[in-house]
């Protein structure tokens, strides 16, 4: 846990305690940042080519291609996790962290990942329904379509925003059950601080336009910057959880 959380209480503070541990250690965190990329754009190409037609089978190949690529994509979004959450709490982080996923996964990493795939799934399943079997050829079909693939995905958005301590939770505590590790993250992640993280992530969207500007360049100082500004987000809900653990325990006695 690192030092300067006790400190934090703002997004402010939070960015400004992110641009300071990325000072001059820039490096390594954009080429995690090309690597997280690479991923992403290839797991959409495979998601773009899975298509195979628009029959019952198609579909259900899919359906296990939505799942496979979400599940492997969640154990890349926990390597991320661990390399960032090293990133602030260490002197030195190693780039290897964002295979840690893959190397010594434990069941409790596999079931967040498949569950989040699952959920993602369940809320974008009308629009994929929608698409897969009925024809989107004129003005009103296509906008159907359009609103049911916002509104799942906003779902899923908020859903993923509200578990979005899970993560760095397991890699806290690696040998955690999945039950604790859910109880933790719902301690962590209350109304109060589900808004905050949501204003945190709001704040970083004029410099991914910017980035998107500059042929994508920029993006390779933003997404550091924004998952800095997350693992130290992580800590200081940390911090003021433990701190009102402690205030409990005190007035208890």
């Known amino acids: 846990m690192s030092d300067k959380v006790l400190k934090i209480r703002t997004n402010r503070e939070i960015r400004s305690y992110a641009r300071e541990r990325l000072l001059g250690n820039m490096l390594i965190p954009c080429l995690v940042t090309f690597f997280f990329f690479s991923a992403r754009n290839v797991f959409e190409l495979l998601m773009q080519y899975g298509i195979l037609g628009t029959d019952m089978f198609a579909f259900i190949f899919y359906v296990a291609l939505f799942i496979t690529i979400n599940s492997v994509w969640g154990l890349i979004r926990y390597g991320i996790s661990r390399y960032f959450l090293s990133f602030i709490?260490?002197?030195?982080?190693?780039?290897?962290?964002?295979?840690?996923?893959?190397?010594?996964?434990?069941?409790?990493i596999i079931v967040v990942s498949l569950i989040l795939a699952i959920i993602s799934l369940v809320f974008q399943l009308p629009y994929l329904i929608y698409t897969f079997f009925f024809s989107v050829n004129t003005i009103h079909s296509f906008l159907l379509s359009l609103i049911l693939f916002l509104a799942g995905n906003l779902v899923v958005y908020l859903i993923e925003a509200y578990l979005a301590p899970i993560y760095f939770v397991i890699c806290d505590n690696p040998g955690a059950r999945l039950p604790w590790i859910l109880v933790i993250t719902f301690s962590l992640m209350n109304t109060k601080n589900f808004f905050k993280y949501i204003?945190?992530?709001?704040?970083?969207?004029p410099l991914y336009l910017l980035g998107l500007l500059s042929f994508g360049i920029g993006l390779l100082w933003v997404v550091?910057?924004?998952?800095?500004?997350?693992?130290?987000?992580?800590?200081?809900?940390?911090?003021?959880?433990?701190?009102?653990?402690?205030?409990?325990?005190?007035?208890?006695?």
């Open 89 to 108: 709490t260490t002197k030195k982080a190693s780039p290897a962290n964002i295979f840690a996923g893959f190397k010594g996964s434990t069941e409790t």
């Open 199 to 205: 204003g945190l992530q709001i704040s970083f969207i």
């Open 224 to 253: 550091p910057y924004s998952y800095t500004s997350y693992a130290y987000f992580y800590e200081a809900l940390c911090e003021t959880y433990l701190s009102a653990q402690s205030k409990e325990e005190a007035s208890a006695e």
